[in-house]
């Protein structure tokens, strides 16, 4: 099986996980905190750059709405 034939049998939410980009950003919470280490938070990119802070099931379903979706 090529990797063509790979991504034609996905099926729309599958393709759409595939498509999802992750990137983590650190956060070091308020000021008045004073952390000198930051937690980080996840982000999904969708393939429209839409980004869903900490939401994959977002994120996934604006992914599958945005493949349904007529090309401009």
């Not at 992750?22 to 000021?31: A, C, H, I, S």
């Not at 996934?60 to 979706?69: D, I, M, R, S, T």
Request: proline content about 3%; charged content about 40%; glycine content about 4%.
């Amino acid at each position: 099986m090529t990797n063509e034939e790979w991504i034609r049998s996905l099926s729309r939410k599958e393709l759409a996980h595939e498509l999802l980009r992750m990137t983590q950003e650190p956060d070091y919470g308020d000021d008045d905190d004073g952390w000198n280490l930051p937690f980080f938070r996840d982000f999904y990119i969708c393939s429209d750059d839409t980004e869903f802070c900490e939401d994959y099931d977002g994120a996934l379903e604006h992914e599958c709405w945005w493949l349904a979706q007529e090309k401009e």
